[in-house]
């Protein structure tokens, strides 16, 4: 089936410092997601990209939709202790409906 | 919105019990879909219904898990019988079915089968 590569797998960071993180695709997606998880807790969404080249913020969050529609990434920007959690990028084929694709996830440790 | 509401929370049972767990999607929305969540798989998509009919249920282990969804707002997922490979964190999703959707997931379900 269809594959995201999501890197780095885990982060452990100081509290302040800027993150980044990214999926990537062999496969074009119409949409990309972020979604953070909480531990005991269901993802949830952050950030949610419709077209190649958008780029949107919420917060200190912010996301970018690949040219080539293959790729994504979000960045934090001055990191919290509440950061922590894991996050997944989620992408959507233009032929699967409303079937998304996850990625592996990535551990944010965030050292106070 | 209450959001998509999965119930029981915890469920610890014995193998070769049969286990039900529940799903109330978000209202207005038409799809629905079944995630089961642990640390060797990561995030993996059993079942997802559009309209209450199964589109794509390749991603159900085996015989012993089925998903009914008799009505626009109430699903479920049931694995009968129960075995410890089952133990995982089962998440039930919604969202509308079209080009650019999101996902809304509820709080799972964590089953323990002993």
């Known amino acids: 089936g269809q594959q995201l590569n999501q890197s780095p797998q885990s982060m452990f960071i100081q509290e302040g410092e800027d993150v980044s993180m990214n999926c990537t695709s062999s496969?074009?997606?119409?949409?990309w997601l972020w979604y953070k998880q909480d531990p005991g807790e269901g993802p949830v969404l952050l950030i949610a990209?419709?077209?190649?080249?958008e780029l949107t913020s919420n917060g200190r969050l912010t996301a970018q939709f690949g040219i080539t529609r293959k790729d994504s990434f979000l960045n934090i920007s001055a990191s919290i202790p509440s950061d922590v959690g894991i996050y997944f990028c989620a992408g959507q084929l233009k032929t699967s409906g409303s079937r998304l694709t996850f990625g592996e996830g990535t551990q944010l440790t965030v050292n106070p | 919105d209450a959001g998509v509401i999965q119930s029981p929370r915890h469920e610890v049972t014995e193998m070769g019990q049969e286990v039900t767990l529940r799903c109330k999607p978000i209202?207005?929305?038409?799809?629905l879909f079944w995630y089961r969540q642990t640390m060797m798989r990561g995030l993996e998509l059993l079942i997802y219904f559009n309209n209450n009919v199964p589109i794509d249920d390749s991603g159900m282990p085996e015989d012993r898990f089925s998903a009914k969804m008799p009505n626009a707002s109430f699903s479920t997922l049931k694995i009968q019988p129960s075995e410890p490979r089952d133990s995982a964190v089962y998440f039930c999703?919604?969202?509308?079915?079209?080009?650019?959707?999101?996902?809304?997931f509820g709080q799972g379900t964590r089953l323990t089968v002993v």
């Open positions: 496969s074009i997606f119409n949409t």
């Open positions: 209202s207005g929305h038409n799809s």
């Open positions: 999703a919604s969202s509308l079915w079209g080009k650019n959707t999101e996902a809304f």
């Open positions: 990209l419709y077209k190649a080249g």
